[in-house]
T-cell receptor, first 112, second 115 residues
Framework: AQSVTQLGSHVSVSEGALVLLRCNYS??????LFWYVQYPNQGLQLLLK??????LVKGINGFEAEFKKSETSFHLTKPSAHMSDAAEYFC??????????FGKGTTLSVSS | DAGVIQSPRHEVTEMGQEVTLRCKPI?????LFWYRQTMMRGLELLIY????????DSGMPEDRFSAKMPNASFSTLKIQPSEPRDSAVYFC?????????????FGQGTRLTVV
C-alpha cells in the first residue's frame, strides 16, 4: 500500500529564512508525488507535482521539491520564506488508477 | 470553469438528522473523490468514483455514510443519522484519470457541525 509520512507537524521559520518541509513516501511502484497548500478556511491548492522525468520540480510561489528515489523522499523547499507562505502543507502520493493519499500535513509559521 | 463547487459551505445540524452534501465536479473530469478533514485524523479518503462508478469506498466509516454519483456533473455524500463525531470539513475533488496530468482539484469544502 502506498503512503506518505510528513516529518514535523509544525515548522516555524523567520521571514527570509529557508523553508524545508519533509516528506517520505512508501510505494511498491514508481509513484506520482504532489505537494498541496491549504490556507485557512480554503480548499487545497496544488503547489507542484512529480510524475516522471526531471527529479527537481518547480512549483508556484517559489517552491520546489526534489524526488530522491534512493531516499524515498520528496522534500519541499523555498529559499526565502515570506509571511504569505504561512499555511498548512500536504504531501500526497498516487498510483495510476487510484486516489491521492495525503500525509498528516505540516503547518508552516513565518515570523517577522 | 468555476472549479469544483460544493454546497453548502457550512452546515449545522442536530444529532440524528440526515445531512446531504453536494458536489459539482469540473466539466470533463472523470474522477471524483470525497475526503474528510479533522484535526485528529487529517485528510481521509472516503470514496472515489471513476466514470460515475464507485471504485473504492473502503474509507467510508460506517453504513451511516453513503455516496452517489448519478451523472458526470453531480455527486452527493449523505450521512444518516448524523452523530457529533461526524463533525469535520468534507472536501470534494475531481480530476482526469491517470497519466502525467493527474491532479486533483479541490472544492472549498463543507464544514459540518453536528450538535
Amino acid at each position: 500500500a502506498q503512503s506518505v509520512t510528513q516529518l514535523g507537524s509544525h515548522v516555524s521559520v523567520s521571514e527570509g529564512a529557508l523553508v524545508l518541509l519533509r516528506c517520505n513516501y512508501s510505494s511498491s511502484v514508481p509513484p506520482y508525488l504532489f505537494w498541496y497548500v491549504q490556507y485557512p478556511n480554503q480548499g487545497l491548492q496544488l503547489l507542484l507535482k512529480y510524475t516522471t522525468g526531471a527529479t527537481l520540480v518547480k512549483g508556484i510561489n517559489g517552491f520546489e521539491a526534489e524526488f530522491k528515489k534512493s531516499e524515498t523522499s520528496f522534500h519541499l523547499t523555498k529559499p526565502s520564506a515570506h509571511m504569505s507562505d504561512a499555511a498548512e502543507y500536504f504531501c500526497a502520493v498516487i498510483q495510476a488508477g487510484t486516489a491521492l493519499i495525503f500525509g498528516k500535513g505540516t503547518t508552516l509559521s513565518v515570523s517577522s | 470553469d468555476a472549479g469544483v463547487i460544493q454546497s453548502p459551505r457550512h452546515e449545522v445540524t442536530e444529532m440524528g438528522q440526515e445531512v446531504t452534501l453536494r458536489c459539482k465536479p469540473i466539466s470533463g473530469h472523470n474522477s471524483l473523490f470525497w475526503y474528510r478533514q479533522t484535526m485528529m485524523r487529517g485528510l481521509e479518503l472516503l470514496i472515489y468514483f471513476n466514470n460515475n462508478v464507485p471504485i473504492d469506498d473502503s474509507g467510508m466509516p460506517e453504513d451511516r455514510f453513503s455516496a452517489k454519483m448519478p451523472n458526470a456533473s453531480f455527486s452527493t455524500l449523505k450521512i444518516q443519522p448524523s452523530e457529533p463525531r461526524d463533525s469535520a470539513v468534507y472536501f470534494c475533488a475531481s480530476s482526469t484519470t491517470g497519466g502525467k496530468n493527474t491532479e486533483a482539484f479541490f472544492g472549498q469544502g463543507t464544514r459540518l457541525t453536528v450538535v
